[in-house]
């Protein structure tokens, strides 16, 4: 009996560990804070400036501002299919980290755009934010990663930044950008 009790409470911490919930908060007027477990990013609203985004195959002049729940969906839709769409891992080697083995260790940037069919897409920019100590002394870090920073394009620095499209009315992920190798 016992050992069933203790079998139960440890499933239950392991599921509801894999729940995706994330909590938004005003980083600035232009910019939404998210925390998801232990994943942070920035949800750009309307208010940022849109000389500011290059988006690829996706007119993103139409744009709209996730919520929480969209933010969720999508990070879900992320988790389930990236193994799958990232079979060929393009620009993970060598010491460049396997992406879809390592979602937890990016920060993100969401931009809500619609594609030509009026559906929601949420493009996704991902900056790599496990610098160890050692890295930081040698000088390796990114100001990128704070909830006030811009939208920015990285070239190069293969799969430490990459970007997707998370179509969330199909439920599918397209465009997937992993940076090249300098």
């Known amino acids: 009996m016992r050992n069933t009790v203790i079998i139960i409470i440890g499933l239950s911490c ?3 560990s894999c729940k995706i919930e994330a909590s938004l ?9 998210v925390k998801i477990n232990k994943v942070r990013g920035t949800v750009f609203n309307n208010n940022y400036r849109f000389r500011n985004f290059y ?12 919520d929480k729940k969209d933010i969720e969906l999508a990070e879900k839709i992320l988790k389930q299919q990236i193994k799958k769409i990232n079979k060929n891992r393009l620009n993970q ?9 390592n979602l937890n260790k990016y920060f993100r940037q969401y931009v809500g755009i619609r594609n030509n069919k009026g559906q929601k897409i949420i493009h ?5 934010d496990r610098y160890s100590l050692w890295d930081r002394i040698k000088g390796y870090s990114d100001h990128r990663l704070s909830f006030d920073s811009d939208y920015v394009m990285v070239f190069d620095g293969c799969s430490y930044y990459w970007q997707i499209n998370v179509n969330l009315d199909e439920k599918t992920l397209s465009n997937l950008g992993v940076n090249g190798m300098a």
């Open 25 to 33: 908060f005003t980083a600035d007027n232009s910019k939404i804070a």
């Open 55 to 66: 988006v690829n195959d996706v007119d993103s002049t139409t744009r709209w501002i996730p």
């Open 14 to 16: 392991i599921l509801t």
């Open 124 to 128: 996704i920019n991902f900056y790599w």
């Open 93 to 101: 080697v060598g010491n460049c980290p396997v992406i879809h083995r």
